[in-house]
């Protein structure tokens, strides 16, 4: 896998495109970049934050019926600097009109990938910014990230995003964020990033904060 060395260096994605889809990890190629997966619940945005992230316009699918994303999804992105990362799109969980089924082999394909996969190096956890955590979420952090002194670091970094900023007014944004970070939980060391797919608010940073993950 190509090592990144410089976190600062021309981060302008040259390229982005799918790779691979499966329904799940053990049907995956094989890794062979650093992979950056990215969960959520249903309709929080994560097809939206994706292509953003990517400056695609619809590489992501994006759908307005919830849980439209039923596999996962792979996308090679390459960047001026020369760096590749494949962003990994999981399915989106906790839409109720799914039988529990349902919801219960998607958590397995989520949690199969999480514990599997070679080559992952950060699980980002969006989160609508209205909504706060709730249970599934609190559930992942737990799963990927359980408290722990800040000195031990993870092997999978969780980055928590809240999503749809735009959607509250400049004046509520950071408490809405504070709430965020303190559902959390201080001793998962957590911070947030705001995100806006509709003004790119948030992207620079996130980008960032993905790419130091990646070293």
């Known amino acids: 896998m190509k090592e990144m060395k410089d976190?600062?260096?021309?981060?302008?994605?040259?390229?982005?495109?799918f790779i691979a889809g499966a329904v799940d990890a053990a049907s995956l190629p094989p890794p062979t970049s650093i992979e950056i997966a990215f969960a959520g619940r249903s309709n929080v945005?994560?097809?939206?934050?994706?292509?953003?992230?990517?400056?695609?316009?619809?590489?992501?699918?994006?759908s307005g019926t919830p849980g439209c994303?039923?596999?996962i999804n792979v996308f090679e992105v390459r960047f001026a600097d020369g760096l590749t990362l494949h962003f990994v799109d999981?399915?989106?969980?906790?839409?109720?009109?799914?039988?529990?089924?349902?919801?219960s082999e998607w958590?397995?394909?989520?949690?199969?990938?999480?514990r599997s996969r070679v080559g992952l190096k950060a699980v980002v956890l969006l989160v609508d910014v209205r909504r706060g955590l709730e249970q599934e979420?609190?559930?992942l952090i737990d799963f990927m990230a359980p408290p722990r002194p800040?000195?031990?670091?993870?092997?999978?970094?969780?980055?928590?995003?809240?999503?749809?900023?735009?959607?509250?007014?400049?004046?509520?944004?950071?408490?809405?964020?504070?709430?965020v970070r303190k559902g959390a939980d201080e001793a998962r060391h957590l911070g947030v990033i705001g995100y806006s797919a509709v003004t790119g608010e948030?992207?620079?940073?996130?980008?960032?904060r993905l790419r130091r993950a990646a070293l």
């Open 202 to 208: 948030g992207r620079e940073a996130l980008m960032q």
């Open 107 to 114: 958590q397995g394909m989520i949690e199969g990938y999480l």
């Open 150 to 179: 800040v000195s031990e670091r993870l092997s999978v970094q969780v980055v928590l995003v809240a999503t749809k900023l735009d959607k509250i007014a400049q004046s509520a944004r950071k408490p809405a964020l504070d709430a």
């Open 90 to 103: 999981l399915p989106g969980y906790g839409w109720a009109r799914r039988s529990k089924s349902e919801r």
């Open 137 to 139: 979420e609190l559930q």
């Open 45 to 62: 945005g994560k097809s939206s934050v994706l292509n953003s992230l990517m400056q695609r316009h619809a590489l992501a699918r994006t």
């Open 69 to 71: 994303t039923r596999q």
């Open 7 to 17: 976190a600062s260096v021309d981060a302008r994605v040259v390229d982005a495109k």
